[in-house]
Antibody
Framework: EVQLVQSGAEVKKPGESLKISCQGS????????IAWVRQMPGKGLECVGL????????IYSPSFQGQVTVSVDKSTSTAYLQWSSLKASDTAMYYC??????????WGQGTRVTVSS | QSVLTQPPSASGTPGQRVTISCSGS????????VNWYQKVPGTAPKLLIH???QRPSGVPDRFSGSKSDTSASLAISGLQSEDEADYYC????????????FGGGTKLTVL
């Protein structure tokens, strides 16, 4: 079964750094874009950015450019989303998803990030 | 504010047919296919419709999608209580280097 498994929930303080992960299995990880999608409490879905694992080509939403970094480790079929200095406004659920022919067909279970002093 | 515009809410009674609209522009819906996702609180989003009107395996044929020019619609017939969820349209946007845009979401209530 094709799966994306995300790392567990995180509780951090403002200013701290964080890197969350998304590991793919049972498919050719390098052949499909991986997206990161944010859902803030009570709000809708927003695409943070995407990465193509084969060559690490990335696309960032203008709203997130410079605020986060998307990366990948092909050797472990894992994509990452990281922050160097978290803000309270980064508190949200973050999902990774595989893009196949334009649609996000497989989703991770989500990683809840809470940033609070 | 989302570039893809959806009504914030919709409702219907069991057995009814409801439609949810999604309005965009030439750079997104006008030139790219539309996908629809179902989001139940506490669970990950689920792909409901891809390529404007195609259902992935396992999605009931009660769900259908259509697209015309810069707008798209999701229709749910034979409404069931389990359909109560948030629904999102999405499309690539050529003006944003291929970034995927989501609509603001529509909360469907089954009365």
């Amino acid at each position: 079964e094709v799966q994306l498994v995300q790392s567990g929930a995180e509780v951090k303080k403002p200013g701290e750094s964080l890197k969350i992960s998304c590991q793919g299995s049972e498919y050719r990880f390098t052949s499909y874009w991986i997206a990161w999608v944010r859902q803030m409490p009570g709000k809708g879905l927003e695409c943070v950015g995407l990465i193509f694992p084969a060559d690490s080509d990335t696309i960032y939403s203008p709203s997130f450019q410079g605020q986060v970094t998307v990366s990948v480790d092909k050797s472990t079929s894992t994509a990452y989303l990281q922050w160097s200095s978290l803000k309270a406004s980064d508190t949200a659920m973050y999902y990774c998803a595989r893009r196949m022919e334009g649609a996000f067909d497989v989703w991770g279970q989500g990683t809840r990030v809470t940033v609070s002093s | 504010q989302s570039v893809l515009t959806q009504p914030p809410s919709a409702s219907g009674t069991p057995g009814q047919r409801v439609t949810i609209s999604c309005s965009g522009s030439n750079s997104n819906i006008g030139t790219n296919t539309v996908n629809w996702y179902q989001k139940v609180p506490g669970t990950a989003p689920k792909l409901l419709i891809h390529s404007n009107n195609q259902r992935p395996s396992g999605v009931p044929d009660r769900f259908s999608g259509s697209k015309s020019d810069t707008s798209a619609s999701l229709a749910i017939s034979g409404l069931q209580s389990e359909d109560e969820a948030d629904y999102y349209c999405a499309a690539l946007d050529d003006s944003l280097n291929g970034l995927v845009l989501f609509g603001g979401g529509t909360k469907l209530t089954v009365l």
